[in-house]
């Protein structure tokens, strides 16, 4: 999770002030008079189970004065009704780009595993700011919800579950046990890489599926990677456009997989430079006498054709047809979760690393061929590079005070405050609200 990300963080304090306040009201009530600080009493002195006349952690969706939820047409179900049914718990907000966007897919598996009759039921738990906001946003849900006006289950599932960031998705299992083997607190990652192959979501399922995952990446080559019994080419430029080019001709090449579209902001400003560096490594690798080459492969998602052409055409690499299959494929397998992102595939077609944006944004051309040997080299360079720089400096886009920190000493992966870039190793940070950017851009006040 990068620093930097602005909204994030919006969840995240949205979280912690819940917390702040729970502590408070937790002072002043008296445990015993509340069924639900009863079960947290509880909880908090080791046991995960609560006594109920269904399973354990559907009790954690009533409250005293409650035992529905509600139904998409406003309806209420009682909450009995799920016994026996996996449970995933939605804590989400429409305020919040990524949970729209992870509504969306939701939706999809959900209603997918409702065809095949899969005992499966979603619970919405919602941030979002007022009445109003919370039916809009769960007009497009087909599962139930918490009703919004129920702050203090909403509050008390936040606790339980330790929620510090949205989206998330808890898949509960049924008669959950008191080890708590019955939670997967991963469900968001899990949908976005498995879709409804995860079903039923247990941590049993996971793990053959990881196994699955790890053979198909053992045995990983290009061909089969980018092509289908309907295409063996990718799409080309020159002499002609939309020139077929073979699949097997980047056999023996370094290959990025470019994911992309016209219409990402991030995507928009980090293509001319991905072009620019293209070009440089490709020039810095026409007298090499092992025949080392390099090459991209466009993965869209434009919108439409013609977005795609005009995309494609500003661009001087290869382009997987626009709508073809694999492209969705190629996004669940390397489990993407975000554009512009930059695959680096070594010439053997295995994956050398899923961060090539970062890698490109650090080190520039010198990133190539993306390998961990190569990486080790530029992390030292730069080590040696940053014993020169200032400790703290004032930077032009901030008021406070920034100080030099690296992976080691209060550092990691960012984003950058001032290009919006992805970074990691040495940064200058404001240890007072966290703001960060890389060692090049700052530009220090005179």
């Known amino acids: 999770m990068f620093r930097g990300e602005r909204e994030r963080e919006r969840g995240r304090e949205m979280r912690h002030e819940v917390k702040e306040e729970e502590l408070l009201e937790k002072k002043e009530k008296n445990n015993n008079n509340s069924k639900e ?52 718990l939605y804590f989400s907000a429409n305020w919040y780009l990524p949970c729209q966007n992870f509504t969306q897919v939701l939706v999809n598996a959900y209603e997918q595993l409702k065809i095949c009759e899969s005992k499966f039921e979603v619970v919405f738990v919602s941030s979002d700011e007022d009445l109003e906001a919370f039916n809009n946003y769960r007009a497009g ?30 898949i509960l299992q049924p008669n959950g046990r008191k080890d708590d083997d019955g939670i997967l607190h991963n469900g968001v990652e899990m949908i976005y890489r498995y879709g409804v192959q995860a079903f039923p979501f247990s941590k049993e399922r996971l793990e053959e599926l990881e196994e699955e995952e790890r053979e198909r990446h053992e045995s990983q080559t290009l061909i089969n990677l980018l092509t289908n019994h309907d295409r063996d080419f990718l799409l080309g430029h020159h002499p ?21 579209a016209q219409w990402c902001l991030p995507g928009l400003d980090f293509t001319p430079k991905l072009i620019s560096i293209y070009h440089n490594i490709k020039q810095s690798l026409i007298k090499d006498i092992d025949g080392e080459d390099f090459e991209i492969v466009f993965v869209s998602s434009d919108r439409d054709q013609s977005q795609f052409d005009l995309h494609f055409n500003t661009m001087p690499w290869l382009a997987l047809p626009f709508g073809d299959p694999i492209t969705k494929n190629l996004t669940k397998y390397f489990d993407i979760q ?88 040495w940064a200058y940070q404001c240890i007072q609200c966290g703001y960060e950017v890389h060692t ?7």
């Open 37 to 88: 600080d009863d079960e947290f009493e509880v909880l908090n002195s080791g046991e995960v189970e609560v006594v109920s006349s269904t399973s354990s952690y559907l009790s954690l969706l009533t409250s005293q004065d409650r035992d529905f939820l509600l139904s998409p047409t406003g309806t209420q179900v009682k909450v009995s009704d799920l016994e026996g049914k996996v449970i995933g």
């Open 141 to 170: 849900m087909p599962w139930l919800a918490i009703p919004f006006s129920d702050l203090e289950s909403k509050k008390a599932l936040n606790r339980r579950f330790d929620i510090e960031g949205i989206p998330c998705l808890i």
């Open 240 to 260: 002609m456009p939309n020139r077929s080019v073979p699949v097997g001709s980047l056999t023996g090449k370094t290959v990025g997989l470019y994911f992309s």
């Open 338 to 425: 975000g554009i512009p992102s930059l695959v680096i595939l070594g010439p053997d077609g295995k994956t050398v690393t899923k961060h090539g944006r970062n890698l490109i944004n650090l080190y520039k051309e010198n990133a190539y061929p993306f390998t961990e040997a190569k990486v080790e080299l530029l992390e030292k360079k730069m080590d040696e590079e940053a014993k020169d720089l200032p400790r703290s400096e004032k930077h032009i886009g901030h008021r406070h005070e920034l100080t030099l920190v690296s992976e080691g000493s209060g550092g990691g992966p960012f984003i950058c405050c001032d290009c919006d870039e992805q970074g990691s190793g």
């Open 440 to 446: 090049k851009c700052v530009r220090p006040v005179d």
